[in-house]
């Protein structure tokens, strides 16, 4: 079973920055280097949307406009792990923030993803 976890989320004001992590473990996941990795958010009421992601070789990143300029998304495959770098967080980023992977290719649709986080909270105060 493949198993990412969520860290990094809380609360803090606007212009405040964040660092959330997910760590990929278990199952088919044997080889993360293997897989793309992104990160969603859904904020209370709407629907899943799309913040960034990053190939399997980590040679292209995607950012969603809304976030573009203000967040990073990097990994680090000899830990398994992926990062989204939050700067200059705004109220409308309030959301909880799931990362989900998917074999190779990087994608900004959430249906492409096969494996999914639990999701951690960051709530940004005004």
């Known amino acids: 079973q493949v198993l990412l976890v969520e860290s990094g989320g809380g609360l803090v004001q606007a212009g405040g920055s964040l660092r959330l992590s997910c760590a990929a473990s278990?199952?088919?996941?044997?080889?993360?280097?293997?897989?793309?990795m992104g990160w969603f958010r859904q904020a209370p009421g709407k629907g899943r949307e799309f913040v960034a992601s990053?190939?399997?070789?980590?040679?292209?990143?995607f950012y969603a406009d809304s976030v573009k300029g203000r967040c990073t998304i990097s990994r680090d495959d000899a830990k398994s792990t992926a990062y989204l770098q939050m700067n200059s967080l705004k109220p409308e980023d309030t959301a909880i923030y799931y990362c989900?992977?998917?074999?190779?290719?990087?994608?900004?649709?959430?249906?492409?993803?096969?494996?999914w986080g639990q999701g951690t909270q960051v709530t940004v105060s005004s």
């Open positions: 278990g199952g088919t996941f044997s080889t993360f280097s293997n897989y793309a």
């Open positions: 990053i190939t399997w070789s980590g040679g292209a990143m």
């Open positions: 989900a992977a998917r074999h190779f290719s990087a994608t900004m649709s959430a249906d492409d993803y096969n494996y």
